[in-house]
C-alpha cells in the first residue's frame, strides 16, 4: 500500500504563488505517474497535472497551462506543484494522486491522499 500526505496549502491573493507538496510512503516502489487533482466547493473533482516517473514527460490541464509547474524528487519521494499567478477560481481542495501506469495521462488512479486547501482571495 502507498500513503500520500499533502502539505502547503494556505490562503494566498490573487497573482501570488505557491507550492504544495505531497509525501509518499510505504510501497512506492509500486507508484509510477503522480498527479494533482482538485476539487472546488459544489463541483466534481478535476484533473490539474501529472508527471512521469522519470519528471520528463509531463501533462496540464488547460486551465493551468503556463501557470502551474509539477515536478518530483524520487530520492526524496515527493511531489511537487508550482502555483503561479493564482487567481480566485484556482480556490480548492488540492489532492495528490498516484499511479501504477507510468503515464501521466492515464486515467488509472490507485491511490490518493486526504487532500490540502487552497484559498485565493480577490
Known amino acids: 500500500q502507498v500513503q500520500l500526505v499533502e502539505s502547503g496549502g494556505g490562503l494566498v491573493q490573487a497573482g501570488d504563488s505557491l507550492r504544495i507538496s505531497c509525501a509518499a510512503s510505504?510501497?512506492?516502489?509500486?507508484?509510477?505517474?503522480m498527479a494533482w487533482f482538485r476539487q472546488a466547493p459544489g463541483k466534481e473533482r478535476e484533473f490539474v497535472a501529472a508527471?512521469?516517473?522519470?519528471?520528463?514527460?509531463?501533462h496540464y490541464a488547460d486551465s493551468v497551462q503556463g501557470r502551474f509547474t509539477i515536478s518530483r524528487d524520487n530520492a526524496k519521494n515527493t511531489v511537487y506543484l508550482q502555483m503561479n499567478s493564482l487567481k480566485p477560481e484556482d480556490t480548492a481542495v488540492y489532492y495528490c494522486?498516484?499511479?501504477?501506469?507510468?503515464?501521466?495521462?492515464?486515467?488509472?488512479?490507485?491511490?490518493w491522499g486526504q487532500g490540502t486547501q487552497v484559498t485565493v482571495s480577490s
Open positions: 510505504g510501497r512506492t516502489s509500486s507508484t509510477y505517474a
Open positions: 494522486a498516484g499511479s501504477v501506469v507510468n503515464s501521466p495521462t492515464t486515467r488509472r488512479w490507485d491511490y
Open positions: 508527471v512521469s516517473w522519470s519528471g520528463t514527460i509531463t
